[in-house]
Nanobody, 125 residues
């Protein structure tokens, strides 16, 4: 059973930065597509960013492009989400997920197979 554990969330002022981490229980970070999603209260879960197995494919939602960066450390079996220039509308629970069945990224949460428990990010104005 794959387990993903997110950390790094918290309260930050607008314009600030946070780095989220997602640690996996198995050697999956380097072998599969990893994604970050977020869900704000009363809203559906939305795609934030994804990184392919090769690491050459990195994709971000338009709402975070230029501000958020996804990366991974294969040796640490961890994927990261560096978030800069945070805005109050970035407030949400952030989840990491792994896609096992295909090597291409997807923006649909239903295409991912395992999820972490989420970490809260709150950006104050």
């Amino acid at each position: 059973q794959v387990q993903l554990v997110e950390s790094g969330g918290g309260l930050v002022q607008a314009g600030g930065s946070l780095r989220l981490s997602c640690a996996a229980s198995e050697r999956i970070i380097s072998n599969y597509v990893m994604g970050w999603f977020r869900q704000a209260p009363g809203k559906e879960r939305e795609f934030v960013a994804a990184i392919t197995r090769s690491g050459t494919g990195i994709y971000s939602a338009d709402s975070v492009k230029g501000r958020f960066t996804i990366s991974r450390d294969n040796a640490e079996n961890t994927v990261y989400l560096q978030m800069n220039s945070l805005k109050p509308e970035d407030t949400a629970v952030y989840y990491c997920a792994v896609r096992l069945r295909y090597s291409t990224y997807s923006t649909y949460s239903s295409d991912y197979d395992y999820w972490g428990q989420g970490t809260q990010v709150t950006v104050s104005s």
